[in-house]
């Protein structure tokens, strides 16, 4: 049993982790208090080729395994979890092309997105059909050789920064089976009759941009649509259980990003004569800090091993537990970060209050935490996807 990463894989850590400490960490604050994309940290993490990192060699991209995408997203988090989203996200949505798109979709698509040209996003959600995917109702209809898109997707990452989303759309209303009617189509957002709204006012992550968007007789042609007609439900299932390790992985970096500063921060505040670091009861809360982050760090670990080697069994269950719990750890020990700077932590002049606002969002996105439980009981239990 191996626990170490292989030199490359290190490397890629450092080299990702001196772009954060650089590039990220310094102008973190600015974008969360605007609200504001960074455009300008994106075009430098292109030009040091960190786009597109799942994205295959030959479409341009890094071609990394989960693995080593789990090793980006915690470094990148740890730096700032609102910059670090956008910088993983720009590739939303391309993996379904990845796995089920033509070559000329593969090359029109996916290549800009790897130099850092085009930014992608994956419209799924809609204002009531969150966590029942199957209860959307965006509907695309043939009519000749374009595809007609009507409705409107919510809480869509790069909603209004993006050059196209993959939709999930109902195209086959009277289909056989609760899963079978509906497929992904790739839309440009330039595409008449789409629009996007910003969502403004997020408790954290401000700087990823959050949009609902509109289709209003969007017209886009047939080869837009990306696999087989009606599969698209179950093209997209199949990707959870590598996006759930990406978000374990977040939390992870969530976590190790409040708890070193944390640490920092005991190190430097003095009281009654000492560093409030010397005081057991702050001890306590930085080991048992520590030791969660580990446990969830090696969770992860080995559920981003499992999607690439499929070989365990309970890969899905496998894959909620790590999402469940990286995410659970990050709010706690974002929690036990700002306690530990007590007053400081209350106000922005520490970056712990950015954190903990930050923890938050990844017990909602890519499932909840409920979403989470369901399936490890469902997997413990045998009953598969009804």
């Given at each position: 049993?191996?626990?170490?990463?292989t030199?490359?894989?290190?490397?890629i850590r450092?080299?990702?982790?001196?772009?954060?400490?650089?590039?990220?960490?310094?102008?973190?604050?600015?974008?969360?208090?605007?609200?504001?994309?960074?455009?300008?940290?994106?075009?430098k993490?292109?030009?040091?080729g960190?786009?597109?990192?799942?994205?295959?060699i030959?479409?341009?991209?890094a071609?990394?395994s989960?693995?080593e995408?789990?090793?980006i997203s915690?470094?990148?988090?740890?730096?700032?979890?609102?910059i670090?989203?956008?910088?993983v996200?720009?590739?939303?949505?391309?993996?379904n092309?990845?796995e089920?798109?033509?070559?000329e979709?593969?090359?029109k698509?996916?290549?800009?997105?790897?130099?850092?040209?085009?930014?992608?996003?994956?419209?799924?959600?809609?204002?009531?059909?969150?966590s029942?995917?199957?209860?959307i109702?965006?509907?695309?209809?043939?009519?000749?050789?374009?595809w007609v898109?009507?409705?409107?997707?919510?809480?869509?990452t790069?909603g209004?920064?993006?050059?196209?989303?993959?939709?999930?759309c109902?195209?086959?209303?009277?289909?056989?089976?609760?899963y079978n009617g509906?497929?992904?189509i790739?839309i440009?957002?330039?595409?008449?009759?789409f629009?996007?709204?910003?969502?403004?006012?997020?408790?954290?992550i401000?700087?990823?941009?959050t949009?609902e968007?509109?289709?209003d007789?969007?017209?886009v042609p047939?080869?837009?649509?990306?696999?087989?007609?009606?599969?698209?439900f179950?093209?997209?299932m199949?990707?959870?259980?590598?996006?759930?390790?990406?978000?374990?992985?977040?939390?992870?970096?969530?976590?190790r990003?409040?708890?070193?500063?944390?640490?920092?921060?005991?190190?430097e505040?003095?009281?009654f004569?000492?560093s409030?670091?010397?005081?057991?009861?702050?001890?306590h809360?930085?080991?048992d800090?520590?030791?969660?982050?580990?446990?969830?760090r090696?969770?992860?670990?080995?559920?981003?091993?499992?999607?690439?080697?499929?070989a365990d069994?309970?890969?899905?269950?496998?894959?909620?537990?790590?999402?469940?719990?990286?995410?659970?750890?990050?709010?706690?020990?974002?929690?036990?970060?700002?306690q530990?700077?007590g007053?400081?932590?209350?106000?922005?002049?520490?970056?712990?209050?950015?954190?903990y606002r930050?923890?938050k969002?990844t017990?909602?996105y890519?499932?909840?935490?409920?979403?989470q439980?369901?399936?490890?009981?469902?997997?413990?239990?045998?009953?598969?996807?009804?």
């Amino acid at each position: 049993m191996e626990f170490g990463l292989t030199q490359e894989q290190k490397q890629i850590r450092e080299e990702v982790r001196k772009f954060a400490e650089n590039e990220v960490k310094p102008v973190a604050s600015e974008y969360d208090r605007k609200e504001k994309y960074p455009h300008e940290v994106i075009d430098k993490a292109a030009d040091m080729g960190l786009l597109g990192a799942r994205i295959p060699i030959e479409y341009g991209g890094a071609g990394y395994s989960t693995l080593e995408t789990m090793i980006i997203s915690e470094e990148l988090f740890a730096a700032d979890p609102g910059i670090g989203l956008c910088l993983v996200s720009t590739s939303f949505g391309t993996e379904n092309i990845t796995e089920y798109g033509t070559d000329e979709q593969k090359e029109k698509f996916l290549e800009p997105v790897a130099r850092g040209e085009m930014i992608s996003g994956a419209a799924i959600s809609e204002p009531h059909a969150g966590s029942d995917v199957s209860s959307i109702s965006t509907t695309a209809e043939k009519d000749g050789d374009e595809w007609v898109i009507n409705g409107n997707k919510m809480w869509i990452t790069n909603g209004t920064v993006a050059d196209y989303v993959v939709a999930l759309c109902e195209t086959d209303p009277d289909a056989a089976g609760r899963y079978n009617g509906f497929s992904q189509i790739i839309i440009e957002t330039d595409r008449d009759g789409f629009d996007a709204d910003k969502i403004t006012g997020k408790l954290g992550i401000r700087a990823s941009d959050t949009a609902e968007l509109i289709f209003d007789d969007v017209r886009v042609p047939e080869e837009n649509l990306v696999g087989t007609r009606g599969a698209g439900f179950l093209q997209q299932m199949q990707f959870f259980d590598a996006t759930r390790t990406g978000v374990a992985a977040q939390g992870v970096g969530i976590a190790r990003g409040a708890a070193e500063r944390a640490l920092e921060y005991a190190e430097e505040r003095e009281q009654f004569g000492q560093s409030i670091g010397e005081f057991q009861a702050i001890q306590h809360k930085l080991s048992d800090m520590f030791t969660k982050i580990e446990a969830a760090r090696l969770l992860t670990l080995k559920s981003a091993w499992a999607v690439e080697n499929d070989a365990d069994a309970n890969l899905t269950k496998l894959a909620s537990m790590a999402k469940e719990y990286g995410s659970r750890i990050a709010v706690d020990v974002a929690n036990e970060a700002l306690q530990i700077h007590g007053g400081a932590g209350y106000v922005d002049d520490f970056d712990v209050e950015r954190f903990y606002r930050d923890a938050k969002i990844t017990q909602i996105y890519e499932g909840t935490t409920e979403i989470q439980k369901n399936i490890i009981a469902r997997e413990l239990q045998g009953k598969g996807m009804a």
